[in-house]
Every structure is written in structure tokens, then in C-alpha cells.
């Protein structure tokens, strides 16, 4: 079964970081291009990075480019964001998505999460004082 599992939330003070993991199991990441989301409560869910299968291709919202960092480790099975300079509206659930890329090809990537097929369950970050 083809489950995404994040984990590395949890509370930090502002400026502090945090690295989230998101780590697949029954299929192989490197065949999909995986997405960074969040969702705030009353706000729609953002997309915030995203990284394609081949090529190094990624793609960064602006309100977290300079900030946030993906990265994928496909012998561990694992895409992760590395959180640097948190802020107080960065509080939200943060989730994982992948999507197959058979057709879309190698290079594709989005951050528009309409784009995705398979999501995690999310973790919890809050960035307070």
C-alpha cells in the first residue's frame, strides 16, 4: 500500500529551524515528483516547494525561497525540508505529496497541490515565543 509519512514537526521560537521528513513506502520515491504543502487554520493549503524526479529540478514559493530547502535522498526513500528562519506565520500542518510522473516527465514539478494524487497526514509545526 502506498503510504507518505511526514515527520520533524514540532514547536521552535522564531528564527529557529526545524527539518521535516517525508519518508514513502510501498513505491519508490525516485519515480515521482514530490510537493512541500501547508495548511494554516481558515487558509487554503500553500504550495511551498517542490522537487521533480531527474534533473535537480526544484521550485520554491516566495514566501519561503532563501529560507526553505528540499532535498530527496532516494536510497533512503526520503524527501526532505530543511526549515531555516522560522517564522510566526510559517505556523501550520505541513504536508507531503507525490505524483507519478510517467506522463508528465522527468523534469516536471508544481506547486499547485490540485497536481497531486498521494498525500501524508501531515505534521504539526508552531513557531512561537
Known amino acids: 500500500q502506498l503510504q507518505l509519512v511526514e515527520s520533524g514537526g514540532g514547536l521552535v521560537q522564531p528564527g529557529g529551524s526545524l527539518r521535516l521528513s517525508c519518508a514513502a513506502s510501498?513505491?519508490?520515491?525516485?519515480?515521482?515528483?514530490i510537493g512541500w504543502f501547508r495548511q494554516a487554520p481558515g487558509k487554503e493549503r500553500e504550495g511551498l516547494s517542490c522537487?521533480?524526479?531527474?534533473?535537480?529540478?526544484?521550485r520554491y514559493a516566495d514566501s519561503v525561497k532563501g529560507r526553505f530547502t528540499i532535498s530527496r535522498n532516494n536510497v533512503k526513500n526520503t524527501v526532505y525540508l530543511q526549515k531555516n528562519s522560522l517564522k510566526p506565520e510559517d505556523t501550520a500542518i505541513y504536508y507531503c505529496a507525490a505524483e507519478p510522473v510517467d506522463r508528465r516527465g522527468a523534469g516536471w514539478v508544481s506547486l499547485n497541490p490540485a497536481s497531486y494524487t498521494y498525500w501524508g497526514q501531515g505534521t504539526q509545526v508552531t513557531v512561537s515565543s
Open positions: 510501498g513505491f519508490l520515491l525516485d519515480t515521482y515528483a
Open positions: 522537487i521533480a524526479r531527474s534533473y535537480g529540478f526544484s
